[in-house]
């Protein structure tokens, strides 16, 4: 069993930045596809940014260039870094993980979750 208490989340205005952070609860997460998913007010979750099995890292078209990823296993966290934000980055996020084949956005796959925290962006 895998748990997650996610921090960082807050309000800032258009052109800021945020470091999102995922503690998890094991000594490492290697053998786990590790994602941050996203659901705007009033819309569908989605992608944000992947940390595979390998270490190969994806991003959300939205995001690239602008959101980085990184896991760190002496802290046991994965983080979120978002630079540059825009009000459409406003959203609940959410840490997510999985051990089984396959590591992309499809959200079924994935057995455990963060609580969430919010991000608010003004313009």
């Known amino acids: 069993q895998v748990q997650f208490v996610e921090s960082g989340g807050g309000s800032v205005q258009a052109g800021g930045s945020l470091r999102l952070s995922c503690v998890y609860s094991?000594?490492?997460?290697?053998?786990?596809?590790m994602p941050w998913f996203r659901q705007p007010p009033g819309k569908e979750r989605e992608g944000v940014a992947l940390f595979d099995f390998d270490g190969t890292i994806s991003f959300a078209d939205s995001v690239k260039g602008r959101f980085d990823i990184a896991k760190d296993n002496t802290n046991k966290s994965l983080y979120l870094q978002m630079n540059s934000l825009k009000p459409e980055d406003t959203a609940i996020y959410y840490c997510a993980a999985h051990s089984h084949w396959g590591c992309d956005w499809t959200q079924g796959r994935y057995d455990y979750w963060g609580q969430g925290t919010q991000v608010t962006v003004s313009s």
């Open positions: 094991t000594r490492t997460m290697d053998e786990y596809c």
